[in-house]
């Protein structure tokens, strides 16, 4: 239950910068009197805009502020909770807006919608209407139960019996089933473009294996081909094997051998040369010298004649032993040019082996590489493509999986939708409290003299009943009689709300409702009913006909306006 303690407020409307201040709860009942434009209705305004930022007349909120002043327009409405004890200070000019929870203000870093929303959802559970239907009853721009279409006025029966959260509850399923749905969408989109993945691969993977196929039958061919070349150059080198095999050896032995003789023909040829030289010296130092040149005595003629002889016919011998020696030196060279040449041969026979080695070995490299590629790079492409088949597979599970998930939780909250709409639990919850609330209508009606038989359906539709008249609507009656109706259902909202203890609250304030169509029997039965209210009720009636109510309630407020302020006399 809301227990609203304190109203204060200055420089609104007509009231100036000093505070006017009400104790909502010291009487059970308060009469509020004044001349027209004394502020008497303002109290109800400062309420209004306090807790909902917006007066209970229909007043712009820039008229608000007193204008006169100005600025510093401020309202304090205190109320208490169960335990807790809270305080709203709204203001403007400099604007102002805070929630204190005992003793302590309520973060403020929201905006001020959303911190509003915290005040009406979780606070004070109800909203500006609901809180003019169940508190206020007025006769200034007052826009009565039965004049609200059937949309509003389920709104302030679903406050009352607090299944507003259902509302709530739906809307907020309304935004997690579209999500839902875009979400299922979404897995429709990715699952066709995996399905398109899967039928590409497929068609890739085929065209892999043919191709797979195509590189293995070449690589094969070329392996027999490059094993034919190596038995070709095998064959060669077994042939040129048997031609050169011991042969180098012993021609290079033979060459060595010539080279040796070519040497030692060369040193005879150098001694002979040397012989020559001292016989031909001797041969002519006779020749040219008949007498000793050391001695100066004659030589011999006979000795001369033999040394010139002996001297000829050595140098004759050296000239036939040279002659042999050149011919000779002309065999080793000849032989030693044909050693060469068959060494040359040799070589290369053996350069063409060494050639014909190193060719096998690059054809076995290459056709290692070959079966390399057939036993595994040939088949890689295809591997890594059966890979990734098998991995868009599990994509297209793993999201059919996700797509099933999210068809099975919107199918969940759509049934769950269809329990929360207005034809599911609340209207199950309505329709236990329709009786109750009819009758109490109807109880109501009686007490303020007004036999007629009111009853609403569950679409908040109602119809009327006189003893000897067939159906009406609301319109079809008199003001008075509206009035009747209009009260019977300000106090049936707020017997309900007290049963349901959703929006029950100790304030009740008739606006000026003495003052119009009631007939003088329709005041006594309306104030027979205000008497049989609780004691947890304090009701304020706004009058300006205080000679006719005087003395009839606890407590009197009265408003004057002293130099065009509002205030309390």
């Given at each position: 239950m809301?227990?609203?303690q304190?109203?204060?407020?200055?420089?609104?409307?007509?009231?100036?910068?000093?505070f006017?201040?009400?104790?909502?709860t010291?009487h059970?009942?308060?009469l509020v009197?004044?001349?027209?434009?004394?502020?008497?209705?303002t109290?109800?305004?400062?309420?209004?805009?306090?807790?909902?930022?917006?007066?209970?007349?229909?007043i712009?909120?820039?008229q608000?502020i007193?204008?006169?002043?100005?600025?510093?327009?401020l309202?304090?409405?205190?109320?208490?909770?169960?335990?807790?004890?809270?305080k709203i200070i709204?203001?403007?000019?400099?604007?102002?807006?805070?929630i204190?929870k005992?003793?302590e203000m309520i973060?403020?870093?929201?905006?001020s919608?959303?911190?509003?929303?915290?005040?009406e959802?979780?606070?004070l559970?109800?909203?500006?209407?609901?809180?003019?239907?169940?508190?206020?009853?007025?006769s200034?721009?007052?826009?009565?139960?039965?004049?609200?279409n059937?949309?509003?006025r389920r709104?302030?029966?679903e406050?009352?019996?607090d299944?507003?959260?259902?509302?709530?509850m739906?809307?907020?399923?309304?935004?997690?089933?579209n999500?839902?749905?875009?979400?299922?969408?979404d897995f429709?989109?990715?699952?066709?473009?995996?399905?398109n993945?899967?039928s590409?691969?497929?068609?890739?993977i085929a065209?892999v294996?043919?191709?797979?196929n195509?590189?293995i039958?070449?690589?094969e061919?070329?392996i027999?081909?490059?094993r034919?070349?190596?038995?070709?150059?095998?064959?060669?080198?077994s042939?040129?094997?048997?031609?050169?095999?011991?042969?180098?050896?012993?021609?290079?032995?033979?060459?060595s051998?010539?080279?040796?003789?070519k040497?030692?023909?060369?040193?005879?040829?150098?001694?002979?040369?040397?012989?020559?030289?001292?016989?031909?010296?001797?041969?002519k130092?006779?020749?040219?010298?008949?007498?000793?040149?050391t001695?100066?005595?004659?030589i011999?003629?006979?000795?001369?004649?033999?040394k010139?002889?002996?001297?000829?016919?050595?140098?004759?011998?050296?000239q036939s032993?040279?002659?042999?020696?050149?011919?000779e030196?002309?065999?080793v060279?000849?032989?030693?040019?044909?050693t060469n040449?068959?060494?040359?041969?040799?070589?290369?026979k053996?350069s063409?082996?060494?050639?014909?080695?190193?060719?096998?070995?690059?054809l076995?490299s290459?056709i290692?590489?070959?079966?390399k590629?057939?036993?595994?790079s040939?088949?890689?492409?295809l591997?890594?493509?059966?890979?990734d088949l098998?991995?868009i597979q599990?994509?297209?599970?793993?999201?059919?999986?996700?797509?099933?998930?999210?068809?099975?939780?919107y199918?969940?909250k759509?049934a769950?939708?269809?329990?929360?709409?207005?034809?599911?639990?609340?209207?199950?919850?309505?329709?236990?409290?329709?009786?109750?609330?009819?009758q109490?209508?109807?109880q109501?009606?009686?007490?303020?003299?007004?036999?007629v038989?009111?009853?609403l359906?569950?679409?908040f539709?109602e119809t009327?009943?006189?003893?000897?008249r067939?159906?009406?609507?609301?319109?079809?009656?008199?003001e008075?009689?509206?009035?009747?109706i209009?009260l019977?259902?300000l106090?049936?909202?707020?017997?309900i709300a007290?049963m349901k203890?959703?929006?029950s609250?100790n304030?009740?304030m008739?606006?000026?409702?003495f003052?119009?169509?009631?007939?003088?029997?329709?005041?006594?039965?309306l104030?027979?009913?205000?008497?049989?209210?609780?004691?947890d009720t304090?009701?304020?009636?706004i009058?300006h006909k205080?000679d006719?109510?005087?003395?009839?309630?606890?407590?009197?407020i009265?408003?004057?306006?002293?130099?065009?302020f509002?205030?309390?006399?």
């Amino acid at each position: 239950m809301i227990v609203f303690q304190k109203i204060r407020y200055k420089n609104f409307l007509s009231t100036g910068n000093n505070f006017t201040e009400i104790d909502l709860t010291r009487h059970k009942t308060t009469l509020v009197v004044g001349q027209n434009g004394s502020g008497k209705s303002t109290m109800l305004d400062a309420i209004s805009f306090g807790l909902f930022g917006k007066a209970h007349r229909k007043i712009g909120k820039t008229q608000l502020i007193n204008s006169v002043n100005g600025k510093g327009s401020l309202v304090e409405v205190e109320f208490a909770i169960g335990a807790s004890q809270f305080k709203i200070i709204r203001g403007d000019r400099p604007v102002k807006f805070e929630i204190w929870k005992n003793g302590e203000m309520i973060n403020q870093s929201s905006h001020s919608k959303e911190y509003q929303r915290i005040l009406e959802q979780n606070i004070l559970k109800l909203n500006h209407k609901s809180f003019h239907q169940v508190v206020v009853l007025g006769s200034s721009n007052f826009v009565p139960f039965m004049q609200l279409n059937p949309a509003l006025r389920r709104g302030v029966i679903e406050d009352l019996l607090d299944i507003g959260v259902f509302s709530r509850m739906n809307q907020i399923l309304k935004e997690e089933t579209n999500i839902i749905k875009e979400a299922i969408k979404d897995f429709s989109y990715q699952i066709d473009i995996i399905k398109n993945k899967l039928s590409t691969q497929k068609k890739y993977i085929a065209d892999v294996k043919k191709i797979t196929n195509e590189a293995i039958t070449y690589k094969e061919t070329q392996i027999s081909t490059k094993r034919s070349q190596i038995d070709a150059l095998e064959s060669e080198n077994s042939e040129l094997s048997k031609e050169i095999e011991g042969k180098y050896d012993d021609i290079q032995n033979t060459l060595s051998q010539l080279h040796d003789r070519k040497q030692s023909l060369l040193q005879y040829n150098a001694q002979f040369k040397q012989q020559m030289a001292a016989v031909v010296k001797d041969a002519k130092f006779y020749e040219e010298h008949k007498q000793c040149p050391t001695c100066d005595q004659d030589i011999d003629s006979g000795v001369r004649d033999e040394k010139l002889s002996t001297a000829k016919s050595k140098a004759k011998e050296l000239q036939s032993a040279m002659g042999q020696l050149a011919e000779e030196s002309d065999q080793v060279e000849e032989s030693i040019s044909t050693t060469n040449d068959t060494l040359s041969e040799m070589r290369d026979k053996q350069s063409s082996l060494h050639s014909n080695i190193q060719q096998i070995t690059r054809l076995q490299s290459e056709i290692a590489d070959f079966r390399k590629d057939i036993a595994g790079s040939a088949t890689a492409d295809l591997k890594e493509a059966e890979n990734d088949l098998v991995e868009i597979q599990d994509n297209l599970s793993s999201m059919s999986d996700e797509k099933m998930k999210a068809n099975d939780e919107y199918s969940y909250k759509t049934a769950l939708g269809e329990m929360l709409k207005d034809t599911g639990i609340k209207t199950k919850i309505i329709k236990q409290y329709l009786p109750v609330m009819n009758q109490l209508i109807n109880q109501y009606l009686q007490v303020l003299d007004f036999y007629v038989h009111f009853d609403l359906d569950e679409e908040f539709n109602e119809t009327i009943r006189s003893r000897h008249r067939d159906n009406f609507g609301y319109d079809s009656f008199s003001e008075g009689e509206k009035q009747r109706i209009d009260l019977s259902l300000l106090f049936t909202w707020r017997q309900i709300a007290k049963m349901k203890n959703s929006v029950s609250t100790n304030l009740l304030m008739l606006d000026e409702t003495f003052d119009s169509s009631l007939d003088h029997e329709g005041v006594d039965n309306l104030l027979k009913i205000l008497y049989t209210l609780g004691d947890d009720t304090n009701i304020f009636i706004i009058s300006h006909k205080g000679d006719i109510l005087d003395g009839k309630f606890e407590n009197k407020i009265e408003f004057i306006k002293e130099k065009n302020f509002s205030k309390i006399k």
